[in-house]
């Protein structure tokens, strides 16, 4: 009989944390009490995923060609993860991740790497007597099938940044399918909450986002300078 290997705390920091963060939102722990499985439409999520992690395995196309996947076994891994909060089959179920306070802003951006959004843009609106007033729309969000891992997040990012967000309930039409759960910021809050989770340039992050983050955070900086501009006659 194979012999049981003992528990192992991981240390935290802000790369176990970011991976903590894309493994609660896109990974999966199989059911063999082994095997950690990370998928994603990115390529470069999962190559930054490994780096974390310091992972050596290949990562490869999903079936159908559509997406990418890294597997890994790491039973001492496994358990320390399921003892933090995450299980198999944890779409549903998911609750609260023992995540330190220190670290929480990273596990946050993984987070919003894996399922969350940032939407950004110019709304120019009411024409009159030469001028052209622009509102640059921000809004950040997670999302969960689990309200009660939703409900968490919020709660925890409340602690630590005074920001709430608004708790939305997305029913779906399909009567067999259950109702999505997500959290969205308000522009003056998304501000926030961008700066504090991108708090130094070469944090582990999925770029796209970090890019776009970055340009909304400037453009809205600029914006608060100069809240209208004039039309030539």
């Given at each position: 009989m194979a012999r049981k290997l003992p528990f192992k705390n991981f240390e935290w920091g802000p790369n176990l944390a970011y991976a903590v963060g894309l493994l609660t939102t896109d990974g999966c722990l199989s059911n063999d009490g082994r095997h950690i499985i990370m998928r994603s439409?990115?390529?470069?999520?999962?190559?930054?995923?490994?780096?974390?992690?310091?992972?050596?395995?290949?990562?490869?196309?999903?079936?159908?060609?559509?997406?990418?996947?890294?597997?890994?076994?790491?039973?001492?891994?496994?358990?320390?993860?399921?003892?933090?909060?995450?299980?198999?089959?944890?779409?549903?179920?998911?609750?609260?991740?023992?995540?330190?306070?220190?670290?929480?802003?990273?596990?946050?951006?993984?987070?919003?790497?894996?399922?969350?959004?940032i939407r950004f843009y110019n709304d120019q609106y009411n024409v009159y007597r030469g001028r052209t007033y622009n509102n640059l729309r921000l809004s950040v969000r997670f999302i969960s099938a689990s309200k009660s891992h939703i409900t968490w997040l919020q709660k925890r990012v409340n602690e630590l940044t005074k920001l709430h967000g608004a708790l939305i309930c997305n029913k779906p039409s399909d009567k067999n399918r259950v109702p999505i759960w997500e959290i969205k910021f308000s522009k003056k809050e998304s501000v926030r909450l961008l700066n504090w989770?991108?708090?130094?340039?070469?944090?582990?992050?999925?770029?796209?986002?970090?890019?776009?983050?970055m340009k909304a955070l400037a453009e809205i900086a600029r914006e608060q300078r100069k809240e209208y501009t004039m039309i030539e006659s």
């Open positions: 439409a990115e390529v470069g999520m999962l190559r930054t995923f490994s780096k974390c992690l310091n992972l050596t395995n290949n990562i490869c196309k999903t079936d159908g060609g559509k997406g990418y996947r890294i597997q890994f076994g790491a039973v001492r891994f496994y358990n320390w993860l399921a003892k933090i909060g995450l299980t198999p089959a944890k779409t549903h179920t998911l609750g609260a991740i023992a995540v330190p306070d220190v670290f929480f802003r990273d596990f946050l951006r993984g987070h919003l790497d894996g399922d969350g959004s989770i991108y708090y130094e340039p070469a944090l582990p992050s999925l770029e796209r986002k970090r890019l776009s983050a």
